[in-house]
């Protein structure tokens, strides 16, 4: 318990101290958020604003987590590490979006082809290496089977090993892919998508705590297969990366939060999102994420049904997608839309924690 508060406290920190030393750093190389055209009209007072704020989340994240491990007197693990990797290789192609947009002073950074090409290599070296590592008892930090709160009967190598590190390599990217767009999409009020990511990093740290506890390697008779324990890899190593992205995430919100100082950029929502996609599948928890981060389910599916109705009749659902967009334009203040959707949020991890420990009460 005191190096979860280590990592949290210490990511909370350099969060909140370094971030207005990073945009006093971003104001005089001018590195301001390029605002688009067709946006809400609020949004053009926004124009300048620094951006790239997700260099200091990811670093916050990384020395709570090194300091943590520091202060146990242990090495890291296989599952923190590789959480680690896709979180800061995810914002480094961020970076590099945010970096072509405000160089070039446009709304588009990367091609798109280069972009899916970043976040392949990522995403396929993540997957591939999760499945590597087998510790003493030959668990790896990932599994070939499909998880909703732990994993079921569905094995994506039911045909051979080979098979199964395609479609889990596969169904990985997906899962990477769909998070990653889903917190970059949700970003586009102040202070929104820090603060809901905040909120489902809480529910990953107490799933990670409560099965460290739970662990199946603990068992004093392990043949006894206590149907109710986890059978994760590293989840200590799991909670500490999560309650450094809460301190993290925090420390930005105090400067990101309405009127923003500061945006995180892509370089911070492809790596919140890939943090909850990693963090999804090393928990084995790939469902129970649909309900745990169901604000920004909402916010991409009202994209979707946006673009699909469109396309179908010519005709909108919503007056502009994704969802906040529609109610700026129907008058709602920005800070009342993203303290509602918080709430949305708060109780969607709420309803997900709680699905979490029915499951294993009813197993116990």
């Known amino acids: 318990m005191v190096t979860i508060l280590v990592a949290g406290a210490t990511a909370l920190v350099i969060a909140l101290f370094g971030t207005p030393l990073f ?43 090194a300091v943590a491990n520091l202060t146990a007197g242990r090495p890291p693990n296989a599952s923190g ?6 979180i800061v290789g995810l914002g480094a192609i961020g970076f590099a979006d945010d970096y072509i947009k405000i160089s070039r002073q446009r709304s588009l ?3 798109a082809r280069w972009k899916i090409v970043g976040q392949a290599f990522v995403g396929v ?35 051979g090993a080979v098979l199964g590190l395609i479609l889990f390599i596969l169904w990985a990217n997906f899962l990477i892919t769909a998070w990653s767009n889903a917190v970059n999409l949700t970003d586009g009020l102040d202070g929104l998508a820090t603060g809901a990511s905040a909120m489902v990093f809480a529910a990953y740290t107490v799933i990670a705590m409560w099965q460290a506890n739970q662990n199946c390697q603990f068992l ?6 206590w149907s109710a324990c986890y059978e994760v890899r590293d989840p200590r ?3 500490l990366i999560g309650a450094a992205l809460i301190g993290a995430c925090l420390g930005f919100l105090w400067w990101n939060a309405s009127p923003a100082q500061i945006f995180m950029g892509d370089t911070g ?44 009749t010519g005709r909108r659902v919503f007056r502009m997608a994704p969802l906040h967009h529609h109610f700026e334009l129907k008058g709602w203040g920005e800070v009342t839309i993203v303290i509602r959707f918080w709430l949305i949020a708060a109780l969607c991890v709420a309803l997900g924690l709680g699905l979490f420990y029915a499951e294993w009460v009813t197993v116990a």
Do not use: W
């Open 109 to 111: 950074g990367l091609r």
């Open 23 to 65: 945009i006093r750093f971003l104001v005089k190389k001018n590195y301001g958020q390029f605002i688009r055209q067709d946006g809400p009209t609020a949004h053009y007072t926004k124009r300048g604003t620094p951006t790239m704020g997700g260099v200091v989340i990811i670093l916050a994240t990384v020395v709570g987590y």
């Open 220 to 225: 004093a008779d392990p043949s006894s297969a």
């Open 125 to 159: 070296t993540f997957a591939v290496l999760a499945l590597q590592f087998p510790n003493e008892n030959f668990r790896t930090p990932a599994s070939t089977h499909v998880s909703v709160v732990r994993d079921t009967g569905i094995d994506l190598a039911f045909a």
């Open 237 to 239: 190593d799991l909670s």
């Open 269 to 312: 929502s492809l790596a919140l999102g890939g943090a909850i996609a990693g963090l999804s599948i090393l928990t084995h928890t790939q469902f129970l994420a649909i309900v745990i981060g169901g604000l920004f389910v909402i916010i991409v599916m009202s994209d979707v049904i946006q673009i699909g109705f469109f396309k179908a």
């Open 81 to 86: 590490l590789l959480l680690l990797f896709l």
